[in-house]
T-cell receptor, first 114, second 112 residues
Framework: NAGVTQTPKFRILKIGQSMTLQCTQD?????MYWYRQDPGMGLKLIYY???????DKGEVPNGYNVSRSTTEDFPLRLELAAPSQTSVYFC?????????????FGPGTRLTVL | SQKIEQNSEALNIQEGKTATLTCNYT??????LQWYRQDPGRGPVFLLL?????KEKRKERLKVTFDTTLKQSLFHITASQPADSATYLC???????????FGTGTRLTVIP
């Protein structure tokens, strides 16, 4: 039981490049989330999903896209990378709605945009 | 606007003492409040959840209180150990929302 896995662990992008951050969970959770964490700041929700085929925006969705074709996978897409997207990205999942249930986090992806 | 404040960025305490971390919020009516631990370079790990109608929750050396009148939660670690050194995050859930809103965290250092 691996929990929540994320790839890659680290990535450096040039301005304007695109990439996909991968997230997979093996706990059969319906709810999945993408957060970003900047130094000295709390986690900010980018997008979340309440089940396969259903996604919704969080607090800071601009510059990102998501899809959820399966229960297990929830990839995050950056289309035109900007320096403001330099951050650590965490994927999380929960059995039920994320407020009433604990969230399980992945190890994070550290992204630098130069 | 809605705000979650964890009252200090960093807290240093002596081993064996009780650490008390504070989470204050404004313009929220949270139904649930959660605490997480985060070690450097790693994702947060869930510790405790407390509901709005619960005053206190305990788990081993951890205790959380939730005062909806003061709009405050206190997180206590008794008999603290150097291994408790980490950043602790509080997170709130509003009724009707599907997600959590996180505070900025308090970095706790337990000095041997």
């Amino acid at each position: 039981n691996a929990g929540v896995t994320q790839t890659p662990k680290f990535r450096i992008l040039k301005i304007g490049q695109s990439m996909t951050l991968q997230c997979t969970q093996d706990m059969n959770h319906n709810y999945m989330y993408w957060y970003r964490q900047d130094p000295g700041m709390g986690l900010k929700l980018i997008y979340y999903s309440v089940g396969a085929g259903i996604t919704d925006k969080g607090e800071v969705p601009n510059g990102y896209n998501v899809s959820r074709s399966t229960t297990e996978d929830f990839p995050l897409r950056l289309e035109l990378a900007a320096p403001s997207q330099t951050s650590v990205y965490f994927c999380a999942s929960s059995y039920g709605t994320g407020g009433r249930n604990e969230q399980f986090f992945g190890p994070g992806t550290r992204l630098t945009v130069l | 606007s809605q705000k979650i404040e964890q009252n200090s960025e960093a807290l240093n305490i002596q081993e064996g003492k009780t650490a008390t971390l504070t989470c204050n919020y404004t313009n929220y009516s949270p139904a649930y409040l959660q605490w997480y631990r985060q070690d450097p370079g790693r994702g947060p790990v869930f510790l405790l959840l407390i509901r709005e109608n619960e005053k206190e929750k305990r788990k081993e050396r951890l205790k959380v209180t939730f005062d909806t009148t003061l709009k405050q939660s206190l997180f206590h670690i008794t008999a603290s150990q150097p291994a408790d050194s980490a950043t602790y995050l509080c997170a709130l859930h509003r009724t009707g929302a599907n997600n959590l809103f996180f505070g900025t965290g308090t970095r706790l250092t337990v000095i041997p």
